[in-house]
């Protein structure tokens, strides 16, 4: 039988796949996707579907997630993915908070970003009545999508595209044109690989020569609270994991009261992002630990902590946890990496968590390098 041939064969599903699957369409070439799995089941479909601009590192990462949250606005319309909604606002609790939101706001990145006083936001945002409130950043770059729904619709347009799909098809090797599958070989000219969590099977080596590990988080989805939250919500604990304010000089202090007032948050990775669905339900999280293969349980006692600064930050008692779940992502110093094992062949891998906010940015890097 006659191998399938594509021009360009990427390997994983996920978020970052599928937007080198959507640069390659739009190129005119003829594009396939592999993934082990018979649908996405990873990082892409287990995370808050927020794509996240402001906060994040002050290189590269910052001007891709513009540009990517921009494919997303183009995108979601014609993929008929809805933007559940937009903005975000970065609540501050304690006075050395506040002083690193205020030196964000007149960096560069800080660029359309407005300062709010604590009535201010209660007089805008209902329900987040925090008495410990010492204002707040709006951001109004930010958009939010339901990561389920989003891959699932993004992944049925591209197949309306011309794109091919090859589920349960878990790829074993890799010798240019020639790609090995257990379901038989392939032919592509060109391959990408795009493969979230698994370290392991395509080249293991670049990912530890990277120091690559895996994140894994505790989220879950509240009740409605009865009301709609009009954007994404964060607080001080985001300001020392999201590198673009914990790069700013001003955030030492900030983290010196958190690890007298709260070490047990910060010894877990806690922070705070609440995100609404459209039924008025909110995802919370997370947390993080780091392993090479971390446990598969869940632990209610660090789920504990996320809902006690979900109550300190918006004043009022966390609805009931209606589901709970693990997510895991690749981890290492640096943001992203994009390897060339061959010269035809790219290793792709978001080492930050931040994959749905920079994955159409970097997707159109890669195929530069390549076409």
């Not at 347009?157 to 257990?182: C, M, N, R």
């Not at 609404?276 to 630990?289: C, E, F, I, M, Y």
């Not at 979900?310 to 693990?326: K, N």
């Not at 895991?328 to 891998?349: G, I, K, Q, W």
């Amino acid at each position: 039988m006659a191998l399938l041939h594509y021009d360009l064969l990427i390997i994983g599903s996920g978020i970052v796949g599928l937007a080198h699957a959507l640069g390659a369409q739009q190129r005119g070439l003829k594009v396939a996707v592999c993934d082990r799995h018979a649908a996405p089941v990873g990082a892409s479909i287990r995370n808050f579907g927020f794509i996240t601009v402001t906060g994040q590192s002050a290189d590269q990462t910052w001007e891709r997630a513009r540009r990517s949250r921009d494919i997303w606005a183009e995108l979601a319309p014609r993929a008929g993915i809805d933007i559940v909604h937009r903005g975000l606002l970065v609540t501050a609790q304690r006075p050395e908070a506040m002083t690193v939101l205020e030196a964000f706001r007149v960096h560069p990145m800080g660029v359309d970003c407005r300062i709010l006083t604590p009535n201010e936001v209660r007089d805008t945002y209902a329900g987040l009545t925090g008495e410990a409130l010492c204002g707040a950043l709006y951001s109004p770059h930010e958009l939010r999508v339901h990561s389920p729904t989003a891959i699932s619709r993004l992944i049925d347009w591209l197949k309306s595209q011309g794109v091919t799909f090859h589920f349960e098809t878990a790829v074993t090797a890799i010798d240019p044109p020639y790609i090995s599958t257990a379901r038989g070989d392939i032919c592509a000219e060109s391959i990408v690989v795009c493969p979230g969590d698994d370290l392991n099977t395509l080249y293991p080596d670049v990912y530890d020569r990277h120091g690559v590990t895996l994140s894994k988080l505790h989220m879950m989805r509240l009740a409605s609270p009865g009301f709609r939250l009009p954007c994404a919500l964060m607080s001080d604990l985001s300001l020392i994991r999201y590198r673009g304010y914990a790069e700013r000089p001003e955030s030492a202090a900030l983290k010196h009261r958190l690890e007298r007032e709260c070490p047990n948050a910060l010894r877990h990775g806690v922070h705070l992002i609440v995100v609404q669905d459209a039924d008025g339900a909110l995802v919370v999280g997370d947390s993080h630990h780091y392993a090479r293969t971390p446990d598969p349980f869940y632990n209610q006692r660090i789920e504990a902590l996320i809902l006690e600064e979900f109550t300190r930050v918006c004043g009022f008692p966390a609805p009931s946890v209606i589901e709970r779940w693990l997510g895991t992502y690749p981890s290492a110093d640096n943001d992203m990496f994009c390897e060339a094992p061959h010269p035809r062949v790219r290793l792709v891998s978001v080492t930050s968590g931040t994959g749905a906010s920079t994955a159409f940015a970097i997707a159109e890097d890669t195929l530069k390098s390549l076409f």
